[in-house]
């Protein structure tokens, strides 16, 4: 059954969903400096608790690889990713770039670099990359607080790294398709019946993983940036107020595209960043646990310590639980 039927109030009363107002910031009930929002719903204890009944003998990897032409956000103007070659065995020893001389005949060097969009591949949002005018999640300023290069708060090294009870609710395999129909919208009655025929319960501290079948269409990236199926603002409501710590989908906005809330281009993640504190990771995986069923897992990833940037590449990772 999904629901927070069992939820103590002490836990309900750290849940900030239920005190958001609409369009509006909410203060964190986790103090005037908090930066991370509904990650503090996941502690040493809960972490332990996991790990505790995970199977690392049937480790699935939930990230994308990176390559040339790979789906992002480029047709928003952002740049795209790319990898070249810094060194080269060969290249090296005509150009002698080391300074090491007929040494580079022997020693074959090979070097590279990339430059992307944080946004990229598999990655996690921080609570600073959308907000309401000038604020974003518990009144940080970016008067105040935003540098010229990246916030000086809220950032993605703020992030602590995340263990905790997984939950995959597959509304792809709910509504019997391999991948929902171009920009189909997500409802929260959609996720609970997810939730009620896998027989999964939400709890607070949760990392929920919600399934549109968008990752069927990796491979074509014209396809699979199109008018994403995706979660609505009813949807991420009862996400956030079921207590999840972090919500993630297989799409490239999480949200359904295009938004159908008059004035607001992107209201799922306001919503989850400004008013409810919940962060988002997004490009994920979730092809094998739902071919195995695999509803309820422990979760494990870490993104890259980026000072003050809004999203870092993350490779997550989920274990079934043993006795399963």
Partial sequence: MCGTNFVDEATAAKIAAAAATFRQITTSPFGDDDEIGMLNLIT?????????????????????????GMPSFTAAGQPPYQIWMTNTPRGTALDDSTGFGEQNQLVGYSGDAISMYTHCGTHIDTLNHFGYGRKIWNNFDADEYLGARHW?????????????????????????????????????????????????????????????????????????ITNEAGVTRDGAEFLARSGAALVCAD??????????????????????????????????????????????????????????????????????????
């Avoid at 204890?45 to 990176?66: N, Q």
């Avoid at 896998?198 to 990392?207: A, M, S, T």
């Avoid at 739902?290 to 940037?309: D, H, P, S, T, V």
């Fill in 152 to 224: 000086m708060c809220a950032g993605a090294e703020k992030q602590p790294p995340i263990i905790a009870r997984g939950i995959l609710l597959d509304v792809a395999a709910l509504k019997g398709v391999d991948v929902l129909p171009q920009s189909y919208g997500i409802t929260g009655d959609d996720l609970a019946e997810a939730g009620r025929r896998q027989q999964v319960e939400l709890r607070p501290g949760d990392v929920v993983l919600v399934r549109s079948g968008q990752m069927t269409l990796w491979d074509d990236p014209r396809a699979y």
């Fill in 44 to 68: 040493p204890e809960s972490m332990r608790s996991v790990l505790s009944r995970a199977d690392a003998g049937h480790t699935i990897d939930l990230s994308v690889d990176y390559f040339l």
């Fill in 251 to 324: 799409n490239l906005s999480f949200e359904q595209i295009p938004s159908t809330e008059e004035g607001n281009w992107l209201p799922v993640h306001t919503y989850l960043f400004a008013e409810a504190g919940v962060p988002i990771m997004e490009v994920v995986d979730m092809e094998q646990i739902a071919a195995e069923k695999m509803y309820e897992f422990c979760f494990i990833g870490a993104g890259i310590k980026l000072r003050g940037a809004t999203a870092a590449p993350m490779r997550p990772l989920a274990m079934p639980f043993l006795g399963r």
